[in-house]
């Protein structure tokens, strides 16, 4: 092999980045080692700009072609990132990577399993809730043992809080983004199925929303469905962390102001705290009319109950507690059940002018959505219809019964 000079010559990033590799091999008489970390954050950067992003995407490709052409020097590649972009579109011609994302032997590889934090952090635990601290930060399923977030765990037992500290290292703005470009109603990301195909879907040009909240972090896998030769994979929040700070984030992109969500927010939990159903209308009743004209223009949500049901959920999600979209009973499925002490709010929503006046308590009560909530224990259980226009874009009639 013809020796090169020492340094870097080309003036090509590709060029670059092969020339270091053969240079490597030339200095030290070994294969090279590669790994690659956030292969996929130039296009990520850019995902909500396609003409950008899609030059990062294929200025990426040809960085990563010379891995194939420098074969013969490469003893081993690893490559990391947050989503998993086609092969085809981004690794054209590598077709000796293995995806080991949801590979078994591997599925612990990103966390602490809970026999790991047991015995590596052993002497930090003796004053740690364990059950909170599962309950923030463990959840994540790779088909395998569930595993804690690391930097979660590391920054809780330096400090013993539990703050979303994950969350907080990254800007979750272009997913709040697609979530409103796609007018998707956040209830649904609780109970999401899709196929194997679908899961691994994603390129520039094709961004399933679904796909990509898997691939960020915001959704894991809670169970498999093997259907014949099909296999589905049903989704939802990893932990209270996740499911808490990404409905926070989605009432700050509509609100766009944090002294009124954090006001709204603590008075909504006054309310329930007081168990005073006839207060949850004042709160949100302020909260649709302080939406911006300009959400509506852009957006047909708001002729639909999903959308109304989004926000109750979103906001009850937000101050952390326990929110059951689309409720399954025996009768059917109510739109939200919340569960505060001993109380259990049932609520089902109605666009006033696709009904009858009153429609909303009226289901409630035909369908008895309630009575799964009867257990003999004492339980306050209020059953609330709220009907909405969607001309006012607003609360149109409000009706509750405590049973």
Known sequence: MKKLPIGIQNQTVHGRFRELILNLQQKYSQKVVILIDEYDKPILDNITNTEIATQMRDELKNLYSVIKDADAHIQFSFITGVSKFSKVNLFSGLNNLEDITLNENFATICGYTQEQL????????????????????????????????????????????????????????????????????????????LSESALGRFDVNSIELEALLWQTGYLTIDRIQERGILRYYHL????????????????????????????????????????????????????????????????????????????????????????????????????????????????????????????????????????????GKESNVFLIGVEFSKDERNISNYEWEKL
Request: proline share 3%; net charge negative; glycine share 4%.
């Open 118 to 193: 047991d015995t590596v952090f052993q002497d930090k635990l003796a004053d740690v809730n364990m059950a909170t601290l599962q309950q923030w930060y463990n959840g994540y399923n790779f088909l395998g043992d569930s595993v804690y977030n690391p930097h979660d765990v590391l920054l809780y037992l330096k400090n013993k809080k539990f703050k979303n500290y994950w969350f907080e290292t990254g800007s979750p703005s272009f997913l709040i983004k697609l979530i409103q470009e796609r007018q998707y109603t956040i209830p649904l990301m609780e109970s999401i199925k």
């Open 236 to 375: 939802t929040f990893p932990n209270l962390e996740v499911k808490y700070s990404l409905n926070d984030s989605i009432l700050h992109f509509l609100i766009h102001s944090n002294q009124a969500q954090e006001r709204n927010k603590d008075n909504l939990y006054t309310l329930l705290e007081q168990s005073d159903v006839q207060g949850f209308q004042q709160i949100f009743q302020a909260f649709f009319a302080s939406i911006p004209h300009d959400w509506y223009r852009k957006n047909t949500l708001a002729k639909y109950e999903g959308y109304y049901a989004s926000i109750f959920c979103t906001y009850f999600t937000a101050i952390g507690v326990d929110v059951r979209p689309e409720d399954v009973t025996n009768n059917g499925q109510v739109d939200i059940t919340v569960l505060f002490g001993d109380n259990v709010y049932v609520f089902e929503f109605k666009v006033i002018e696709l009904t009858e006046a009153g429609s909303a308590l009226a289901q409630i009560k035909e369908k008895k959505y309630y009575e799964k909530y009867l257990t």
